[in-house]
C-alpha cells in the first residue's frame, strides 16, 4: 500500500484482500465496516513495509566463469541492509560437493568483525576478501593461481538476522594445452602411406588439432584426410610433393600450442640390387671362414708330422765308436766284479745270469737291432740288483736317431 496526494493506493493482493472483506462484511454497519477496513489496512501495510525492507544480494555478475590454470578470479557477491537487519554479519563461502552424502567445504569465512581467510587448507594464500572490511555491502572474494581442482560451484552466503540469502556460481579451470609431440608413422618412401600424428599430454578438453604445411606450395597433399579430434593426417601413396615442413596446433578455449616436423619422402629401394649384395656378402663371409678352418687343419697336422719326427728312433745306425771301449770295459770290469764276489751261495744264480764278457764284434754292432736277441725275461728282472750286488757300474747308453747321432 502506498500513499499518494493524501490518498492510499492499494497493491494487487491488498485490493484483493479488501474486495473480499468487503463482500463477507455486507451486512455490518457503517461504522463496525470503517473500523475493520481500518484495521486490515493497518495489517496489510505492516505486511508490505516487511516485504519491501531486509537482506538483497544485487550482484549482476554471470554466474557460470571459465578461467584458465594459473590465472586470478573475482567472484562477486554484492549485498545491501535494511534498518530491520540488526543481528551480527556472517558472510560465509563455501564450495558444494557433488556428491549429496559428502560435506561442503567452507573456503573463507567472515564472522564477528573478522575475517577468516585460511580456512580451507587447499586454496591456503590463494583466496581473500575483495573489500578490507566485508560489512560494507562487498562480500566478493578473489581466487589467485587458479588450479584445475579449483573447479566447482561456490556458494556465497550472507546472514544477518532475520535477513538470510545466498549466491550460487560455477567455476571452471580449464587447463591450456601443453606443448604437443609431432611425429610420423610408417615408410618414408614413395607409394607408401604416411601418417602425422600430433598429441598434446595436458589440457582440458575439448582439444582442436589442425595441420598446416609452412613449406613449398603451403599447400597439404591432395591424398591427406584429417583428424582434427585425434590429431593425425593420413597421407595416402605419398609423393616427393609431400615432402616438407609441418605444423601442428592443439587449440581450446583457454589456450594453444604447437609443434614441427620435417617430412623427407624419397624414392624407394633398389630391391634387387639389396638382394645380390647380400647374397654376395654371405658368400664372402662363408669363404673367408672356410679358408680359416683350411689353415688350422693344415697346421695343426704340420705339428703333429714334426712332433712325430722328433720322437722317432732310427735302428739302422750304428753307434759311434767310442761305445766299444766303454762296452769293452764295462764288461770286463763287471766279469771281475762278478768273480770276485763268487760264493758258493751264488753260484747258481750266477749261472742263470747271461753273459757279459763277451766282447761285441763288428758284427754286433751293424746287425740290425730288430735281429739282435733280447734278453730272458729272469736275467732281465734279475740283472739289476745282482749287477750291484757284485760291484758293477751302471753306465748310461743314449740313444741315436736315424742319422747315428747322439739325442
Known sequence: MLRS????????????????????SGGMSGRAMELSTARVCFVLFSLSAGLASGLEITSTAPTSIEKASGQSVKLDCQFTLASEDSGPLDIEWSLLSSDNQKEDKVV????????????????????????????????????????????????????????I???????????KPSKPRCY???????????????????????????WEKTSDSKLLPSSAVMDPVGGTINVRNASASASGTYRCSA??????EECMLYLNVTPPPNTAGIVAGAIIAVLLILLIIAFILFCCCRARHRKKYEKE???????????????????RSFTVGSQRSSLGSMSPSNLHEYALKPQYDKIPSSEDF????SHAPLPPPTAARMAGPNLSRMGAIPVMIPAQNREGSIV
Open 251 to 256: 587449440v581450446n578455449r583457454v589456450g594453444a
Open 366 to 369: 751293424e746287425r740290425p737291432p
Open 184 to 210: 610420423a608413422e610408417g615408410p618414408m618412401q614413395e607409394g607408401k602411406d604416411i601418417v602425422l600424428r600430433c598429441k598434446s599430454n595436458e589440457g582440458t578438453n575439448p582439444l582442436q588439432y589442425s
Open 5 to 24: 496526494s493524501g490518498r492510499l493506493l492499494f497493491t494487487p493482493t491488498q485490493h484483493k484482500l479488501s474486495t473480499k472483506f468487503h463482500r463477507t
Open 309 to 327: 719326427i722328433c720322437n722317432e728312433i732310427r735302428e739302422d745306425v750304428p753307434p759311434p765308436k767310442s761305445r766299444v771301449s766303454t762296452a
Open 165 to 175: 540469502r545466498s549466491r550460487k556460481m560455477l567455476l571452471i579451470v580449464m587447463v
Open 108 to 163: 573463507i569465512l567472515y564472522s564477528g568483525d573478522r575475517s577468516y581467510e585460511d580456512y580451507y587448507a587447499a586454496m591456503k594464500g590463494r583466496v581473500h576478501f575483495n573489500a578490507a572490511d566485508p560489512k560494507n555491502g562487498d562480500a566478493s572474494i578473489n581466487l589467485t593461481g587458479l588450479k584445475s581442482s579449483d573447479s566447482g560451484t561456490y556458494q556465497c552466503k550472507v546472514k544477518k538476522a532475520p535477513g
